[in-house]
């Protein structure tokens, strides 16, 4: 029961590269969602998709960009990253989108980027 | 400006004491979720509580949400190393466009 799966793990970019991190999820959720979390912030929102074809802004967007051409898959994609982008990224889905009072979150490990 | 505050950020006790730890705001929430995360992985879904002045246990855990809905509360009896980890509250505020705010967290840290 694989759930939500990221890739890569760790990954360290040298300044001005570009990289994807990749998302999949097997529960056919609607909805997916792109976090990083910062030492001491919480989680912050930065892309989020109610579908596949839609994607919507979220908290923290610039930098990012994300694309949903299917269901499972919700990849996203650093531009020319920056040492601000260093952080872990947390993928996630959900059944009923924003109401908690219905579903829940599901997370994946996390990706570890270190922009150097 | 953090719309939702957790408290305290961290805290560090012996096992089998007690603590409580918070999760507060100014903005009424349809429903406030609470999740823990352990290092490495990604934070898990402990508990969803909807009702103004609404309990909920799980096992040694007790949750409460506000009378307001504006607040809630973990408590945890005679903590665990294995209670160790960042537990993050989670609240959306029931509009059509809402988005789900995460608190910054409270790092819990049970010495054996």
């Known amino acids: 029961n694989a759930g939500v799966t990221q890739t890569p793990k760790f990954r360290i970019l040298k300044i001005g590269q570009s990289m994807t991190l990749q998302c999949t999820q097997d529960?056919?959720?609607?909805?997916m969602y792109w976090y990083r979390q910062d030492p001491g912030m919480g989680l912050k929102l930065i892309y989020y998709?109610?579908?596949?074809?839609?994607?919507d802004k979220g908290e923290v967007p610039n930098g990012y960009n994300v694309s949903r051409s299917t269901t499972e898959d919700f990849p996203l994609r650093l531009e020319l990253a920056a040492p601000s982008q260093t952080s872990v990224y947390f993928c996630?889905?959900?059944?009923?989108?924003?109401?908690?009072?219905?579903?829940?979150?599901?997370f994946g490990e996390g990706s570890r980027l270190t922009v150097l | 400006t953090q719309l939702l505050e957790q408290s305290p950020q961290f805290l560090s006790i012996q096992e089998g004491e007690n603590l409580t730890v918070y999760c507060n705001s100014s903005?009424?929430?349809?429903?406030l979720q609470w999740y823990r995360q352990e290092p490495g992985e990604g934070p898990v879904l402990l508990v969803t509580?909807?009702?103004?002045?609404e309990v909920k246990k799980l096992k040694r855990l007790t949750f409460q949400f506000g009378d307001a809905r504006k607040d809630s509360s973990l408590h945890i009896t005679a903590a665990q190393p294995g209670d160790t980890g960042l537990y993050l509250c989670?609240?959306?505020?029931?509009?059509?466009?809402?988005?789900?705010?995460f608190g910054k967290g409270t790092r819990l840290h049970i010495l054996p």
């Open positions: 996630a889905s959900s059944l009923t989108g924003p109401n908690l009072n219905t579903g829940e979150l599901f």
């Open positions: 529960m056919n959720h609607n909805y």
């Open positions: 998709s109610v579908g596949a074809g839609i994607t």
């Open positions: 903005s009424v929430f349809s429903s």
């Open positions: 509580v909807v009702t103004g002045g």
């Open positions: 989670a609240g959306e505020r029931g509009s059509r466009d809402d988005k789900i705010i």
